[in-house]
Structure formats: structure tokens, C-alpha cells
């Protein structure tokens, strides 16, 4: 079936470093992907997305990369900040909308 | 611009007792849904509405009613509540649908004992 998976669950970086969160998606028509971040108490905040006919698309200190080839999503967060820890999940969408289950970031001074 | 609103932040029930879980947005937006958040798993679709008058069930329909009577306000409405239906409940709303990002409240914690 259908499946969004999270390569780690949980990921720790130093502030300053840049984070890289993967995510593998099953679906081959999936043609809209999305990050989302969730703090904790809080509901989904849209990071970034991207649509299928796009390898990377960047936004401010975040960049979403997609390969096709092999099904894979990433997001790439550059000089990490300890506001940045959070759980961020991807999504992934044809008929409907599939959300993984999340990566936890710990950002460490 | 409070984007979407979601009341209670807290909620617990006795099993069989049935409530409303009120949201609201102010976006304009004629897409809003709802979803369930549990432990180790993916947000999953509950019930979801494509404009006022319109409504339709998603993943995990059973024991939750909807309606939409204007573009702002979705109610969530639990019948006879479970222990099952123990999880965090997130109203959603955009401006189009499944290929537009969706903007969440911050959710409502329920427990049914």
C-alpha cells in the first residue's frame, strides 16, 4: 500500500550546522510534496513544498529536494537554530494527502 | 488574521458522552478537513469539505460527524464517545484543496475515559 516513511526518527545537530531530514515515499504518482513542522503544543506549520516537475526548490535557510528516481524527499535546513527543534513531517499527495510520521530535530548550543 | 481557530484546547469525556469540537477559519479558505493525531503515526483524514454544503468522509470516518454550513466554521461533531477517539484533533483549511498547503490550528487534546 500507500506508505511515507522517515529514514530516523529522531535527529540531533549542533547550532550552526546545517540538517538534512529524509523522507521515502512509495507512491510513483505522487505529484505534490510537502514539509510541514509541528512544535510541541502546536499544530502542523507549512515549511515548504514542492511539486513533481521540480528537483529543488529553496525558501529561506530551508531547501526541499526531490529525486524521482529512487522516491525520495529531503529537507535541508541551513544554520540550524535551537527555534528550529521540532517534529517535521513530510507529506506526499495524489488523490489524497499521505502524511509521514515525523523526525523529531534536537538542536544542541 | 487569526488563520484557523480550534476549540476546546482540552477535552476529557466519560465513554458514550458525545461533544462538538468547534473550528473556525478566517482565510476565506473552502477546503477544511479534520484529522487525528496518535503516537507513531502519520495525521490521518477524518472527514474533509470542498466548500459550504459539501461534505466527505476520509480514512477514518466512523463514530464522527460533520457539517458545513458556512465557509468558516467545520464542526467536528463525536456521537458516542470512545476510548478509542482518545488522540489530538487538528482542523485544517486551504484554499485549494489537496495540492495547496494546508493551514492547522493548534489542535484539541481529547480523552475519553
Known amino acids: 500500500g500507500e506508505s511515507v516513511g522517515l529514514h530516523l526518527p529522531t535527529l540531533s545537530v549542533q547550532e550552526g550546522d546545517n540538517s538534512i531530514i529524509n523522507c521515502a515515499y512509495s507512491?510513483?504518482?505522487?505529484?505534490?510534496f510537502i514539509w510541514y513542522k509541528q512544535e510541541s503544543g502546536k499544530g502542523p506549520q507549512f515549511i515548504i513544498d514542492?511539486?513533481?516537475?521540480?528537483d529543488k526548490r529553496q525558501g529561506q535557510r530551508v531547501t526541499v529536494l526531490l529525486n524521482k528516481t529512487v522516491k525520495h524527499l529531503s529537507l535541508q535546513i541551513a544554520a540550524t537554530q535551537p527555534g528550529d527543534s521540532a517534529v517535521y513531517f513530510c507529506?506526499?499527495?495524489?488523490?489524497?494527502?499521505?502524511f509521514g510520521t515525523g523526525t523529531r530535530l534536537q538542536v544542541f548550543p | 488574521n487569526a488563520g484557523v481557530t480550534q476549540t476546546p484546547k482540552f477535552q476529557v469525556l466519560k465513554t458514550g458522552q458525545s461533544m462538538t469540537l468547534q473550528c473556525a477559519q478566517d482565510?476565506?479558505?473552502?477546503?477544511m478537513s479534520w484529522y487525528r493525531q496518535d503516537p507513531g503515526m502519520g495525521l490521518r483524514l477524518i472527514h474533509y469539505?470542498?466548500?459550504?454544503?459539501?461534505?466527505d468522509q476520509g480514512e477514518v470516518p466512523n463514530g464522527y460527524n460533520v457539517s458545513r454550513s458556512t465557509t468558516e466554521d467545520f464542526p467536528l461533531r463525536l456521537l458516542s464517545a470512545a476510548p478509542s477517539q482518545t488522540s489530538v484533533y487538528f482542523c485544517?483549511?486551504?484554499?485549494?484543496?489537496?495540492?495547496?498547503?494546508?493551514?492547522f490550528g493548534n489542535g484539541t487534546r481529547l480523552t475519553v475515559t
Open positions: 507529506a506526499e499527495s495524489t488523490d489524497k494527502l499521505i
Open positions: 514542492i511539486r513533481s516537475n521540480m
Open positions: 507512491n510513483s504518482a505522487s505529484d505534490y
Open positions: 482565510m476565506n479558505h473552502e477546503y
Open positions: 469539505s470542498v466548500g459550504a454544503g459539501i461534505t
Open positions: 485544517a483549511s486551504s484554499y485549494g484543496g489537496r495540492d495547496s498547503p494546508l493551514h
